[in-house]
């Protein structure tokens, strides 16, 4: 199965571009030739192993028992038997908040809100084929999610420490990392603009400063003045939230 699955995942005809033209739409006007790739959003568990990848938080260990990620605290007591040992949802630390998805402990009547927001199912059916929605509850997760903006802070960190001073190399680590290219001109101009505007804010709201880095399990990178992890911060969540980094072309 992961031979075949690798196999197509690499074939031609899966990387093609998903640009078409004037030819491809009048021979093959609904793809059942597969002249021209597929665009559609990733599913949940693609864009959170993506973003834990990116930012370099993702634990590649394989194998083992479930792990129990960030999700609302009570989230599991209304639908919870007193009698039963998940009748509370409690949270694990350490490396097994960065698993990938796969590991994800899961129950039926509960689902992770994360997963679910994305049109994963509940697994309470068997699911042929998934739905695909775009709302803008699933931007607020990107933005909101303790996951992502952990992720966003660490992406922004190595960033940093990566690139040194250089606000421009920083803008296309970012991007690499996340979209694999760099930035144009004009996107590089948006960047140092919302910087520009983010560095403002914070260094009149250093308490503000101070929550943004504090989300997540993991401690804020020493050596990094808070208003400036901040700021770099929310760039990377810009970066993440963008349609293309959730977006197959």
């Known amino acids: 199965m992961r031979h075949m699955l690798r196999l197509m995942l690499t074939s031609s005809t899966y ?13 093959d006007p609904a793809n059942r030739l597969l002249s021209r790739g597929p665009r559609f959003r990733l599913d949940a568990e ?6 834990l990848a990116a930012s370099g938080l993702l634990e590649r260990k394989v194998g083992g028992p479930s792990v129990k990620p960030y999700q609302p605290e009570g989230i599991w007591f209304a639908v919870g038997y007193s009698g039963s040992n998940t009748v509370r949802f409690k949270q694990d630390n350490g490396d097994k908040l960065y698993r990938r998805s796969l590991y994800t402990f899961w129950k039926r009547t509960a689902p992770p809100p994360t997963m679910e927001i994305f ?24 933005m909101n999610d303790p996951q992502f903006v952990e992720a966003a802070r660490h992406l922004a960190a190595n960033a940093i420490k990566e690139c040194g001073d250089d606000l421009a190399k920083r803008a296309d680590y970012m991007a690499v990392r996340v979209l ?8 590089q101009g948006i960047v140092r603009h919302s910087l520009e505007a983010f ?11 101070k929550g943004v880095v504090s989300v997540g399990d993991s401690p804020a990178q020493e050596g990094i003045p808070t208003e400036e992890l901040a700021a770099w911060t929310m760039v990377a969540s810009q970066v993440l939230n963008f349609d293309e980094a959730i977006t197959k072309h």
Not at 46 to 51: K, N, P, V, Y
Not at 129 to 141: G, H, I, K, M, S
Not at 199 to 209: D, I, R, W
Request: with cysteine.
């Open 15 to 27: 990387l093609q571009d998903s640009a078409s033209s004037e030819k491809k739409n009048r021979v």
């Open 46 to 51: 693609m864009i959170r192993d993506q973003a």
């Open 119 to 142: 049109n994963a199912p509940s697994r309470e059916n068997c699911t042929v084929q998934r739905e695909r929605t775009n709302t803008p509850l699933q931007a607020l997760v990107l």
């Open 180 to 187: 694999a290219r760099k930035f144009d001109d004009v996107e």
């Open 199 to 209: 560095l403002n804010a914070y260094k009149n709201n250093p308490e503000g400063a």
